[in-house]
């Protein structure tokens, strides 16, 4: 199969684009043909003043993207287009020019855009699903993208116009990587037959038989507000017989640093970025993974990170999370912004050693079955089969 893959790299390199990494390498090794169609958005830091100046409209409908998608199609033909991140550089122009071209296109929902500008459901250190029926003036209101009423009126002009150019119609099929945002989905009115769950998938390295597992829970992401970062340590501050090592970088991380520092804490570690080997003995030496979001979280990396370490996973009960993990089979569920009931689960798998032992190996398993790469690929395919049956169908009914 013939898969054009659509990817605009962010400035900050994150779980999408390992996830974007990981599915081109899996395809490849099924024998797929994989066309990457990508930007990477460092390109603003060099854009002249023309560029600048171009910005807006081509973030609305870039011409380069459909003049350069319509040579690609054309030349290489592809079955399908497998869409994850476009914004902005290769913009909402992407769908229109695919469904002109009569090239189905899956769209991945790492986020909620097209329905949030700033793709989070979450603004003032809340939840908040105000722009989901398509009044973006809310994100105007409450400077939702970085704190700017300009970006966030960007985005919303971006998402507004385009959803009035019928913008969702045109996407053949959207996979929702948990359940949770097929639900959210259906809110929105996407159709059912358009809506397909397909989780994120890993490839779990073998485990040493031994390992340190002194005690320390693990906190791995981005250092910023939705991912809970005040409530964990709130929740450290009432364990200080219990060791936090936190892997990340983000725009919290000066201040959670300078806050720890005055306040004398000594058994939060901030480490900053960790890749590759140095990350996974961190992680395979954990007593746990503690994900404490207060957004709708959708299915993080980091937790298959943790199950594939053999180590549970300490969620709260928000988004994606509860069809994640396993509430006392592989690890455990606390209410979001509860910084007692969190501390309260990490004294309980302090003192039930044999128990985290169980629910990492209930972790694992789910990487190797559930989780794994041949499920990942055969569900792709079934996503695949479809949405092109569907476009052969109406083709034939013209």
């Not at 609305?60 to 030349?75: F, N």
């Not at 909620?112 to 209101?141: D, I, M, W």
């Not at 983000?250 to 480490?271: D, F, S, T, V």
């Not at 499920?375 to 395919?381: A, I, K, T």
Request: hydrophobic share 40%.
């Amino acid at each position: 199969m013939k898969v054009l893959l659509v990817h605009s790299a962010y400035q900050q390199y994150g779980g999408e684009d390992s996830v974007v990494k990981a599915e081109t390498e899996l395809l490849q090794s099924h024998g797929d043909e994989v066309i990457l169609y990508g930007r990477h958005n460092d390109e603003i830091k060099d854009f002249n003043i023309f560029q600048k100046a171009a910005f807006v409209p081509q973030s609305i409908y870039s011409w380069k993207t459909s003049s350069e998608l319509d040579d690609v199609v054309r030349r290489v033909q592809p079955d399908v287009a497998f869409i994850h991140n476009i914004y902005p550089l290769i913009s909402p122009s992407v769908y229109h020019a695919l469904h002109a071209l009569g090239v189905p296109a899956v769209q991945v929902l790492h986020n909620f855009r097209p329905f949030c500008p700033n793709g989070l459901f979450y603004t003032q250190n809340h939840v908040c699903e105000a722009c989901k029926s398509g009044n973006y003036l809310n994100a105007v209101k409450n400077r939702c993208f970085r704190g700017s009423a300009a970006l966030s009126g960007l985005y919303g002009l971006v998402l507004g116009l385009n959803r009035m150019a019928r913008m969702v119609d045109k996407i053949s099929g959207f996979i929702c990587l948990t359940e949770f945002f097929r639900i959210k989905m259906r809110e929105v009115g996407i159709p059912e037959s358009k809506l397909f769950v397909r989780p994120n998938f890993v490839r779990a390295p073998a485990l040493r038989e031994t390992r340190d597992s002194s005690g320390y829970a693990l906190f791995l992401g981005r250092l910023s507000p939705e991912k809970g970062c005040w409530m964990l340590i709130r929740a450290f501050e009432q364990l200080p017989g219990v060791h936090l090592k936190i892997v990340g970088t983000g725009p919290m991380e000066q201040e959670l640093r300078e806050y720890i520092r005055n306040k004398g804490i000594q058994n939060i570690e901030m480490l900053g970025f960790k890749a590759g080997e140095e990350k996974w003995e961190i992680l395979r030496n954990a007593l746990c993974v503690v994900l404490p979001s207060e957004w709708y979280e959708n299915f993080p990396v980091t937790a298959l990170e943790g199950f594939m370490a053999a180590r549970p996973v300490v969620a709260s009960r928000i988004g994606g999370l509860p069809y994640i993990v396993e509430d006392g089979k592989s690890g455990l569920l606390f209410e979001p912004g509860n910084a007692e009931e969190l501390a309260q689960h990490l004294r309980y798998l302090v003192g039930h050693p044999a128990e985290a032992e169980s629910m990492g190996r209930r972790g694992r398993m789910l990487t190797e079955t559930k989780y794994g790469p041949e499920e990942g690929y055969e569900n792709l395919m079934r996503v695949f089969a479809q949405v092109r049956g569907k476009q052969a169908a109406a083709v034939a009914a013209i």
